[in-house]
Each structure stands twice: as structure tokens, then as C-alpha cells.
């Protein structure tokens, strides 16, 4: 069964950055998008952007743009949140999860967001 | 942005009974671009449906999804006790993919 493996968690100082860490398998890494979602505590979730590693592209949310980076190392098949800026209210979980799968012929498509990291709490106190 | 309305905020129900949660688009959905995601306190959210009633691997049939345009629909048949959790809709016929915010089901 695919797993999506995130680092721990992290408290930060306001004004500091965060980089948050979700390892997939080569499959994963090859075939799919991988994108970040965030939860603040007792409310909705937020798509924050994803990294195609296939093709080496991102898309953000506007919402983030210019604050958050997302990358992705295919040499150890891990994908990266770096999140700058911090402020109180960015205090949330923060999950990747897999997305849109592109095959050998360049078609996309999209079945959901089927795979979840198991989630890495950043607080900012 | 698309914004996605989701009622009621919460459905108190019994094992057994049958659940029905809306979800509302502010624009119409051009494509059938909508999944469903059940989530238990503590973690991640899991997917149950995709592109309006396709269900997800190891999804039972009592869940079921409906709808088209603006206007969407989980159906869960028969309530099991595992059942009683959170419900986000999700839609991803634009950029950025926006999520409902969701229907608490609980006893």
C-alpha cells in the first residue's frame, strides 16, 4: 500500500520559516503531482500548491504565492514546503497528498487526492 | 476562486438512518470535477469519491455520490457506526482546488 512519510513536528518563532518534508516511493514520485494542504486546528482545508517532479514544475494557490516554495528532490524522492514569513495564523497541519497522475503518453488525470501524508503540525508561538 | 457550500454544518443521525450532505458551487462545475473526503479527528482525510460518483478503492457501496453544475450530494445509505466523522467536498475544475467546509456527522 503507498505511504507518504512527513517530518515531525515543528514550533517556530513569528517571522521564521518552516520547511516541511513528505517521502513518496519512485511510483509515486514518477507518475504523479504531489501537493501540500493545510488545516488550521478545528476548521476547513486549504490547497496551498504541488510539484510535478515528472516535469519539474509547480503551481501555487495566489493565496501563498510569494511566501511558500514547493520543490521536489528526485534523487531521494521527497517532496518539500518551505512556508517564510511565519505569522501566528499560519499555525495549522500541514499534509501532502497525491494528485494528478500523468502517464508515458502526457495525458493527465485526476482520481482525487488518494494518498495523504499523515499530517505535520507547525505551531508558531 | 470557486467557493463550495456545504450543509448542513452538522447531521446528528443514528447507526442505520440515512445521511444526505449538500454541496454548493458558486459557479458551475464544467467538467464533473468533484470528490469527497471523510476525515476522523487526528487525521489525514481519506477520499471516497471522485469526479461526482466514482467511488475510491475499498470505499463500501453504501456511500454514493450525485449532482452536476452546482449542486452536489454524498449519500451514505445506511450509517455504520465508523461512519460518524467529517465530510469535505473538493472541487478541482479550477485553480486553486477549494474545499467545502464541511459536514460533521455525529450521533
Known amino acids: 500500500q503507498e505511504h507518504l512519510v512527513q517530518s515531525g513536528a515543528e514550533v517556530k518563532k513569528p517571522g521564521s520559516s518552516v520547511k516541511v518534508s513528505c517521502k513518496a516511493s519512485?511510483?509515486?514520485?514518477?507518475?504523479?503531482?504531489i501537493n501540500w494542504v493545510r488545516q488550521v486546528p478545528g476548521q476547513g482545508l486549504q490547497w496551498m500548491g504541488e510539484?510535478?517532479?515528472?516535469?519539474?514544475?509547480?503551481n501555487y494557490s495566489q493565496k501563498f504565492q510569494g511566501r511558500v516554495t514547493i520543490t521536489a528532490d528526485k534523487s531521494t524522492t521527497t517532496a518539500y514546503l518551505e512556508l517564510r514569513g511565519l505569522k501566528s495564523d499560519d499555525t495549522a497541519v500541514y499534509f501532502c497528498?497525491?494528485?494528478?497522475?500523468?502517464?508515458?503518453?502526457?495525458?493527465?488525470?485526476?482520481?482525487?487526492?488518494?494518498?495523504w501524508g499523515q499530517g505535520t503540525a507547525v505551531t508558531v508561538s | 476562486e470557486i467557493v463550495l457550500t456545504q450543509s448542513p454544518g452538522t447531521l446528528s443521525l443514528s447507526p442505520g438512518e440515512r445521511a444526505t450532505l449538500s454541496c454548493r458551487a458558486s459557479?458551475?462545475?464544467?467538467?464533473?470535477?468533484l470528490a469527497w473526503y471523510q476525515q476522523k479527528p487526528g487525521r489525514a482525510p481519506r477520499l471516497l469519491i471522485f469526479?461526482?460518483?466514482s467511488r475510491a478503492t475499498g470505499i463500501p457501496v453504501r456511500f454514493s455520490g450525485s449532482g452536476s453544475g452546482t449542486d452536489f450530494t454524498l449519500t451514505i445509505s445506511r450509517l455504520e457506526p465508523e461512519d460518524f466523522a467529517v465530510y469535505f467536498c473538493?472541487?478541482?475544475?479550477?485553480?486553486?482546488?477549494?474545499f467545502g467546509g464541511g459536514t460533521k456527522v455525529d450521533i
Open positions: 497528498a497525491r494528485g494528478t497522475a500523468f502517464d508515458t503518453g502526457g495525458h493527465s488525470y485526476f482520481h482525487g487526492f488518494d494518498v
Open positions: 519512485a511510483d509515486t514520485f514518477n507518475t504523479y503531482a
Open positions: 510539484t510535478i517532479p515528472k516535469f519539474g514544475t509547480e
Open positions: 459557479q458551475s462545475l464544467t467538467s464533473n470535477f
Open positions: 469526479g461526482v460518483s
Open positions: 473538493q472541487q478541482y475544475d479550477s485553480t486553486p482546488l477549494t
